[in-house]
């Protein structure tokens, strides 16, 4: 079971930053890759990017490298994602979700295994 917990208020302002953390219960944390995705609205989900089991390897999609970082604490069972710099393209649902594959380019929705529930961000311009 993944719960996704956010830090700090989910309405920022453009430009602004907030991070999103999402907590593991129940499952062997550090057996999954982890990975974020978002839906904005009126549109199909899309994946933001994903961390390896150990945490030494990312990959992020191209709408948000360099903005958007992801980090893990095994330890903690708690995945990160740092999001700078928000647009309000960046306005949308967004969801932690673990995978027992890792492609170097991304992970599409179909290879999650499971899902935490999505907690809104809102960018105002």
């Known amino acids: 079971r993944f719960s996704c917990r956010r830090l700090g208020g989910g309405l920022v302002q453009s430009g602004g930053s907030l991070i999103l953390s999402c907590v593991a219960s129940g499952r062997a944390f550090s057996d999954y890759a982890m990975a974020w995705f978002r839906q904005p609205p009126g549109k199909e989900r899309e994946f933001v990017g994903a961390i390896k089991w150990s945490g030494g390897v990312t990959s992020a999609a191209e709408f948000v490298r360099g903005r958007f970082f992801i980090s893990r604490d095994n330890a903690k069972n708690t995945v990160y994602l740092q999001m700078n710099h928000l647009k309000p393209e960046d306005t949308a649902v967004y969801y932690c979700?673990?995978?027992?594959?890792?492609?170097?380019?991304?992970?599409?929705?179909?290879?999650?295994?499971?899902w935490g529930e999505g907690t809104q961000v809102t960018v105002s311009s």
């Open positions: 979700a673990a995978s027992v594959i890792w492609r170097e380019y991304g992970l599409p929705p179909s290879d999650m295994a499971y």
